[in-house]
């Protein structure tokens, strides 16, 4: 017990250090770093789980199921960013973390943390012009592997803005949406975003968070961290403008059942099937994963387009090169396979991002020719 004690203040301090950049959640957990009876509270985790990000997690959704508790006054998605209190935050934290301890420990025994990232829009539009480059006028059917809520497949109706210092935004989306995402373009030349109609949509994922479940959508925003500015409004945004007509995200593996999602939802041959995995494959077993790319290329044997986006941790997806000298180091790569004619083209890494889309960069492109194939 002790030495697990240990293991997971020093889980803690790790995440101390790596994120001073937040004020609350790096005041937490360095305190947290130091303390065993809040510390303590992550050892009710499940094999794995004794993660900061956990018990931050059940302390978010706490506060905002009680917005009357002392720790609630530090949290920008209870109070709002502009009445944010300056000071130590940690004494009615600490209170109310003990307070609430059986509370708690009962969300940390149960729960994993799960996410959807709005703001990953920047790198998606980016990855579906590229995947599309070669047939602009071929309408997408778009699924996500482990699409969660469901919130990125609706990209198209929310604001995405690439910026740069050299040159004007590159848009994409619906200029006039509440939903506003938006990155720093580092390519080296501007990126353009031209992504032909989505006509079809799904989503799978073995946990899918359904809309309109008030409790399961707190989760997804209780997991979100309070300190980044922007992300939890995004959030709760987008779940404002999809809720009424989610797009589908059928519950199951997104091995075992990736083909039967696209034979209900995205069978069109005239359409270019686009699946896209972010932050999704890599909690696939390893030895599981390449059955996607063989489901992908039986899919693409009737000589309909089909191409697989990757936005993953470098290493992740099979048949994805290493990275290439001059992008940027950040931790998503973005990643391209491509089926044309019935037969695989050479797979891309397309470049790498934040993986929150705060950045992206892509490597130079030369022009695809006509049938879709990037030219080396
Ligand atoms: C970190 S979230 C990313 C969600 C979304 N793709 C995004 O970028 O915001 C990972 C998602 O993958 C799902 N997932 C993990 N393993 C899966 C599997 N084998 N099959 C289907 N979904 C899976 C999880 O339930 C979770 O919703």
């Known amino acids: 017990m002790g030495e697990d ?5 020093q889980h803690f301090a790790n995440f101390a250090q790596g994120h001073a950049h937040l004020p609350l959640y790096h005041r937490i957990s360095a305190a947290a770093a130091t303390d065993d009876e809040v510390a303590g509270l ?18 978010h959704d706490l506060v905002l199921r009680r917005p009357d508790l002392p720790a609630a006054r530090w949290y920008a998605s209870v109070v709002g960013r502009e009445t944010l209190p300056t000071g130590d935050p940690w004494p009615e934290v600490r209170t109310t973390v003990l307070d609430h301890r059986d509370e708690l420990t009962e969300v940390i025994a149960t729960r994993t943390t799960q996410t959807n990232e709005v703001n990953r829009t ?6 579906l012009t590229r995947a599309a480059a070669g047939l602009p006028d071929t309408p997408l059917a778009l ?5 969660s809520a469901g919130l990125l497949l609706a990209l198209d109706r929310y604001d995405t803005a690439l910026t740069r210092d050299d040159a004007p935004s590159t848009r994409y989306g619906d200029p006039a949406s509440p939903v506003r995402c938006g990155g720093e373009d580092r ?7 031209a992504i032909p109609p989505i006509v079809a949509r799904a989503g799978l994922d073995l946990d899918p968070v359904d809309l309109h479940d008030a409790k399961a959508v707190r989760w997804l925003e209780a997991c979100l961290w309070p300190d980044v500015a922007g992300r939890v409004e995004r959030f709760t945004a987008a779940v404002d403008l999809v809720r009424p007509a989610p797009p589908p995200v059928v519950r199951g593996d997104l091995v075992d059942d990736l ?7 995205a069978d069109d041959p005239a359409t270019h099937l686009v699946v896209y995995t972010s932050w999704s494959l890599t909690y696939v077993d390893k030895a599981r994963r390449p059955a996607v790319a063989e489901t992908l290329a039986r ?5 309909r387009p089909v191409s697989w986006l990757t936005a993953e941790p470098a290493g992740c997806v099979p048949g994805i090169p290493a990275l290439q000298a001059g992008l940027d180091d950040d ?24 993986p929150h889309g705060e950045r992206v960069c892509l490597t130079p492109w030369n022009r695809p020719s006509t049938d879709g194939v990037q030219e080396p």
Not at 187 to 193: A, D, E, I, R, V
Not at 331 to 354: I, N, Q
């Open 259 to 265: 083909a039967e999602v696209v034979g209900q939802y």
């Open 42 to 59: 992550l050892l009710a985790a499940r094999p794995g789980q004794a993660r900061p990000v956990l018990l931050l997690a059940a302390l």
């Open 331 to 354: 931790s998503t790569v973005l990643g391209l396979r491509t089926w044309r004619h019935g037969d695989e083209r050479t797979p891309a890494v397309l470049g790498t991002a934040h």
């Open 143 to 147: 699924v996500e592997l482990g699409a």
């Open 5 to 9: 004690l240990a293991k997971v203040q």
């Open 299 to 303: 899919l693409a044997a009737s000589g």
């Open 122 to 127: 920047v790198y998606l539009t980016a990855g």
């Open 187 to 193: 390519s080296p030349t501007p990126l353009g975003l």
